[in-house]
């Protein structure tokens, strides 16, 4: 049972590239979302989905793109990477059913923009 | 809007001892979740607790449990016997459930809790 798996794990960009984080989850969740941890910052919503063909945007969504065709996946794009988006990204899955589901993350992909 | 706050950067325990970890948020709301996530030094978020507001009774997880109290909007988390493979962040969250967000989390800024062998 693979749960979420982010690829890569790690990525180095320089300002202006574009680039794709990948995330995929196996147990047919309905709801997959992205965070972004900085350092003193806790972890931070940036898009959610609370299924395929729809999407939203959380409490940091500026630089970042999302699209969500298939249950499974859920990928995020920096369309132009921007040192600022230097930070460790976690996708994460949960079910509506039983409603005290807890989120299940991904390990996590460490981006670092120079 | 909802806020989520951990008053304690850094604690420190002894192995074996007893610690909490406090953990205050700030809704309107009758109706949430409250959640402990333990963050090792491997990145993975590990589910640590769990408890729904609607629930009197506190949350225990084998050495680890919590002081909810509602009133005061408080969720503290106690880790009995603690041992080296507890040192890690923690993180307290809260979730309110609207329009199918289920799975949208105000996290604290976190506890770096050491363990002293």
């Known amino acids: 049972n693979a749960g979420v798996t982010q690829t890569p794990k790690f990525q180095v960009l320089k300002t202006g590239q574009s680039m794709t984080l990948q995330c995929a989850q196996d147990m047919n969740h309905e709801y997959m979302s992205w965070y972004r941890q900085d350092p003193g910052m806790g972890l931070r919503l940036i898009h959610y989905?609370?299924?395929?063909?729809?999407?939203d945007q959380g409490e940091v969504p500026n630089g970042y793109n999302v699209s969500r065709s298939t249950t499974e996946d859920f990928p995020l794009r920096l369309l132009s990477a921007a040192p600022s988006q230097t930070s460790v990204y976690f996708c994460?899955?949960?079910?509506?059913?039983?409603?005290?589901?807890?989120?299940?993350f991904g390990n996590g992909t460490r981006l670092t923009v120079t | 809007a909802q806020t989520v706050t951990q008053s304690q950067p850094e604690m420190s325990v002894q192995e074996a001892e007893t610690v909490t970890l406090s953990c205050t948020y700030d809704t309107s709301e009758s109706d949430y979740y409250l959640f402990w996530y333990k963050q090792p030094p491997s990145r993975q978020m590990i589910l640590v607790i769990r408890?729904?507001?609607?629930?009197?009774q506190n949350a225990t997880e084998n050495r680890f449990s919590v002081n909810f109290q509602k009133a005061a909007k408080s969720f503290s988390l106690k880790i009995s016997d603690s041992q080296l493979g507890d040192a890690a962040m923690y993180f307290c969250a809260y979730r309110f459930d609207y329009g199918g967000s289920q799975g949208n989390l105000i996290f604290g800024k976190g506890t770096k809790l050491s363990v002293k062998p």
């Open positions: 408890q729904e507001a609607y629930k009197q």
């Open positions: 989905s609370v299924g395929a063909g729809i999407t």
């Open positions: 994460a899955s949960t079910t509506s059913s039983p409603d005290n589901s807890p989120l299940h």
